[in-house]
C-alpha cells in the first residue's frame, strides 16, 4: 500500500509537470500561428523608436542646441526696457531765495545812492521790488514719480569670454551627438543579446523537452522489461529520478525563456510577447582582424570621442575664465520714453562707452582657472584609463569570440559520437546487456552537448556584439547576421 501511495504521488507529479508542458508548447504554438515575425533589424527598428532611453538623449541632443543658439545671442545688441515707480519721504524743492535777497538790497542801495532818496522812500522802493520779484524757488522732484526708459547694451570687448562660450557650446552640441550615438549603440546591444537569449531559451526548452521525450520512452521500456523480469526494480528507479529531473530542468526552462521575453521587451520598450522572432543564433566568418578592431575603436568609440571632446571643451572653458583678466567695453544708448517726470538734471538720452575692470575679488578668477587647468588634469588621466579598459575589453571579447567558434567545432565531432553513443546504448539496453544508468548517461550526455553548442553560438553572438559596440559599429551585426545566412545558402 505504501509502495502504491508513493507510485501515485510520483505518478501525478509527472502528470501535473506533463500538463505544464503541454500547455507552455500549446501556448506557444498557438501564439507563433498568428503572431507578427520579428527579426532582429526589425527588432532594433522597434527600440529605436520605443525606447524610452533614446527618447530621453534625443531631447538631450535638442537643449545643446538651443544653448549655442543662445549663446550666439550674447553677441547681438541688448535692448531692455524698464519702468519704474518711486516714493520718496518729501518733494525737493530748489530753494535760492538769498540770491533774490541779495539783488533787492543791491538794487536799493543803488537807487538810494541815484537819487538821494530818503529812507522812507528807498523802503518803499524796496518794498516794490519784493512785490514785483518773484520768488527764487523751484520743485524739482515730487514725492512720488514715474520712469520709462530704454536701453541699448552692445558688447565691444570681452577678452574672449563669448567667443569662448560659443566653441564651449559647439563641442556641447558633439558631445549630445556623441552621447546620442552611445545611448543608440547601447540600447542595441541590449537588445541583440535580449534577443539571442530569448532564442537560447528556446532551443534549451526544446532541448530539455527532448531529453524528457526520450527519457519518458526509455521509462515506459523500463516499465515492460520490469513486468517481465528482465530489468531490476533499482534500475526502474534509477529512471524515474531522471526523468523527474528533467522535467524539473525543462520547467525551469520555460520559466527562463519567460523571462527572457520580459527582458527583450524592455530593452525594446514594447511589448514582444506576440511576436515570433526570426533570427536564430549565428556564427559567421568573421573578416575583422583584433588589429582592426582596436584602430576602429581609437576614431570611432563613442565614450573615447566624447572624452576628447569635453578636453576641447574645457580649454575653451579656460579662456572663457582668463578674460576676467581683461577689461570689458561695451557701448550703451539710453532713452527716456517718459519724459513728464524728467527733472532738470535728467537727460532725455544719453550715449557712451563703458569700460569694466575688476580690480580684486579674493583671487576668485585666479582660483577658477587653476580649477579648470585640474579639471583637464584630471580628464587627460582617466581618458588613458579609459583607452585601456576598451583596448582591455575589446582583446577579452575577440578571445572569447575565437574560443566559442573553435569550441563549436570541437562540439560537433562530439555531438556526433553522443548521437551514436545514444543509440548502440538504446539497442544494448533493448537486449539487455546494458544498464538503464548506461541509456541514461548517454541521453544527458547528449543533451549536454547540444546546450553547450547553444550556448557557444550565444557566446558568439554577444562578444561579436560587444566588439562592434566598442568599435563604434553596434549596427553592423545586422549586416553579420545577413553574412551568416548567405554562407549557409552557400
Do not use: C, W
Not at 519702468?83 to 518733494?91: F, N
Not at 555531438?415 to 548517461?441: C, M, P
Amino acid at each position: 500500500m505504501v509502495k502504491k501511495s508513493g507510485g501515485d504521488a510520483y505518478s501525478n507529479f509527472l502528470l501535473r509537470m506533463a500538463l505544464q508542458k503541454y500547455l507552455f508548447i500549446a501556448v506557444i504554438i498557438s501564439g507563433n500561428l498568428f503572431a507578427q515575425e520579428l527579426s532582429l533589424e526589425e527588432a532594433i527598428q522597434i527600440s529605436m523608436n520605443e525606447n524610452k532611453e533614446i527618447q530621453s538623449s534625443k531631447y538631450a541632443k535638442e537643449s545643446s542646441v538651443y544653448e549655442l543658439k543662445s549663446s550666439y545671442g550674447k553677441l547681438f545688441p541688448q535692448l531692455s526696457l524698464e519702468g519704474k515707480y518711486t516714493q520718496i519721504d518729501d518733494p525737493i524743492n530748489l530753494d535760492i531765495g538769498s540770491i533774490r535777497t541779495a539783488m533787492i538790497a543791491a538794487d536799493s542801495k543803488v537807487f538810494q545812492t541815484a537819487t538821494s532818496a530818503s529812507t522812507a522812500t528807498t523802503g518803499a522802493f524796496r518794498q516794490a521790488l519784493e512785490n514785483a520779484v518773484p520768488p527764487f524757488q523751484m520743485r524739482v522732484q515730487d514725492d512720488h514719480y514715474y520712469n520709462l526708459s530704454a536701453t541699448l547694451l552692445q558688447p565691444l570687448f570681452t577678452g574672449g569670454k563669448l567667443s569662448a562660450n560659443i566653441a564651449a557650446k559647439k563641442q556641447e552640441v558633439i558631445i549630445s551627438e556623441r552621447q546620442d550615438e552611445n545611448t543608440k549603440d547601447k540600447v542595441i546591444s541590449d537588445v541583440v543579446i535580449s534577443y539571442f537569449r530569448v532564442q537560447l531559451m528556446k532551443e534549451l526548452v526544446v532541448i530539455r523537452g527532448d531529453v524528457v521525450q526520450g527519457l519518458r520512452g526509455h521509462r515506459d521500456r523500463a516499465e515492460k522489461m520490469l513486468k517481465v523480469g528482465i530489468l531490476s526494480q533499482a534500475n526502474k528507479m534509477r529512471t524515474d529520478v531522471a526523468l523527474a529531473e528533467a522535467v524539473r530542468e525543462e520547467y525551469k526552462s520555460q520559466k527562463d525563456l519567460e523571462l527572457s521575453y520580459i527582458l527583450l521587451s524592455n530593452a525594446l520598450g514594447s511589448d514582444v510577447k506576440n511576436f515570433k522572432l526570426t533570427t536564430p543564433l549565428f556564427v559567421s566568418e568573421e573578416k575583422e582582424t583584433l588589429d582592426s578592431y582596436l584602430a576602429s575603436s581609437e576614431s570611432e568609440n563613442h565614450v573615447l570621442q566624447i572624452l576628447t571632446h569635453k578636453q576641447e571643451q574645457l580649454e575653451e572653458k579656460g579662456r572663457a575664465v582668463a578674460s576676467a583678466f581683461y577689461p570689458a567695453f561695451a557701448a550703451f544708448a539710453k532713452y527716456e520714453l517718459y519724459q513728464n517726470d524728467l527733472t532738470l538734471f535728467e537727460p532725455d538720452y544719453a550715449l557712451g562707452v563703458v569700460m569694466k575692470f575688476n580690480l580684486f575679488n579674493g583671487a576668485s578668477d585666479y582660483n577658477d582657472l587653476q580649477s579648470v587647468r585640474a579639471q583637464k588634469r584630471t580628464l587627460a588621466y582617466y581618458r588613458e584609463n579609459i583607452v585601456e579598459l576598451v583596448k582591455t575589453e575589446i582583446q577579452k571579447n575577440y578571445h572569447d569570440l575565437k574560443t566559442a567558434k573553435e569550441q563549436l567545432k570541437s562540439l560537433e565531432s562530439s555531438r556526433l559520437l553522443a548521437e551514436e553513443n545514444l543509440r548502440l546504448n538504446k539497442l544494448s539496453f533493448a537486449q539487455g546487456v546494458a544498464t538503464s544508468l548506461e541509456v541514461i548517461d548517454a541521453e544527458l550526455a547528449l543533451s549536454k552537448v547540444k546546450i553547450e553548442q547553444s550556448k557557444a553560438m550565444f557566446d558568439y553572438d554577444t562578444s561579436l556584439q560587444t566588439l562592434l559596440r566598442l568599435s563604434g559599429n553596434a549596427k553592423k551585426i545586422v549586416e553579420s547576421v545577413s553574412v551568416s545566412v548567405k554562407e549557409k545558402k552557400l
